[in-house]
């Protein structure tokens, strides 16, 4: 326990001093990515840049899936890592695994939770003071979504950052430019 604890909060420093030492802009908190089915609203307790580890938006070349990645810092102190995971017609799965390089331990048992314009489920990892956050969701036309929040400490706010991340999800035009057009990289 002592050893996931320190995983994840280096981890979670190393995204702290790479958003303070590097002094990273901050993003918009309205956040619209392209070829992505949904849009989203960061919220404004916390000063949210894009994950300086990794890259921020991978979304696979047939946009059937994609991730989203964000490092917040609140106004109080602390630190979040947020993912935010769709996918098209995904294997069925009960899981609600983070996308962590690490053993977990169990969650708590599920709760209920609005992601966006879907019921969702939502379950917590306690890590001492850290905690893993998992929303899940699944609409009828086969699209999945899964909100992965990492929060340092864990206390109210990062619930209430969670609920408001997941219930500001609202669905929006989604496509993908044939591959000879994409943007050279």
Sequence with gaps: MFVISLALGGSLGAAWLICVRFEIAAVPNDQRPAFCPIRFRLPETAKWTQDGIRDPVLISEDGSSGEISFVGIPTRGGLYELSVYFEANPIPSEADEPNVLIP??????????????????????HLGHMAVLTARAWADDGLSFRIDLVALPYDERAMKIMRDI????????????????????
């Design 104 to 125: 977990l331990p169990e969650a708590d048992p599920p709760q209920p939770i609005e992601v966006g314009p879907l019921d969702g489920r939502l379950t917590v990892r």
């Design 166 to 185: 997941c219930c500001s999800i609202e669905y929006q035009d989604w496509w993908m430019p044939r591959p000879e057009l994409w943007p050279a990289s």
